[in-house]
């Protein structure tokens, strides 16, 4: 079996997760947050769209963590971004960070707007 190390280049992966809280190496966002290859911190929740559609044209695809379990999209959120060009994808936060951290191995243009765990 050969084993490849994953390079993620300048950007840092989520390196941990708990109650209330996001780690990217020795950087810890409390709360809601939105993680782009580039950059990192805090995020309004599913009322701001303002952040997320700042994203157009250098994301694809935004990973948005819902917190503890999958839960249903607020329609004007995800048409907001469907309307900017932006493919949204719902899932738990737990697995939006390692979603988050396989797609920026793999070099995508993508971000993660989460939602903490309790």
């Known amino acids: 079996m050969r084993l490849t190390e ?3 280049g300048t ?3 989520i390196e941990g997760y708990g109650p209330g809280f996001f780690r990217l190496g020795t950087h810890v966002l409390r709360g809601a947050s939105l993680i782009t290859p580039w950059d990192a911190g805090p995020w309004g929740g599913l ?4 952040a997320p559609l700042a994203l157009a044209g250098r994301i694809d695809v935004l ?3 819902m917190g503890p379990a999958i ?6 959120f995800r048409e907001a971004l469907e309307e900017a060009g932006i493919g949204v ?7 939006a960070c390692r979603t988050y951290n396989v ?3 793999e070099g995508r243009r993508i971000a993660a707007a989460l939602l903490p765990v309790p």
Request: aromatic share 4%.
């Open 6 to 8: 994953i390079s993620y």
């Open 11 to 13: 950007a840092q992966p």
């Open 47 to 50: 009322e701001d769209t303002v």
């Open 63 to 65: 990973l948005l963590g």
């Open 71 to 76: 839960a249903p999209l607020p329609r004007p």
């Open 89 to 95: 994808e719902p899932m738990s936060s737990p697995a």
């Open 103 to 105: 797609l920026l191995g």
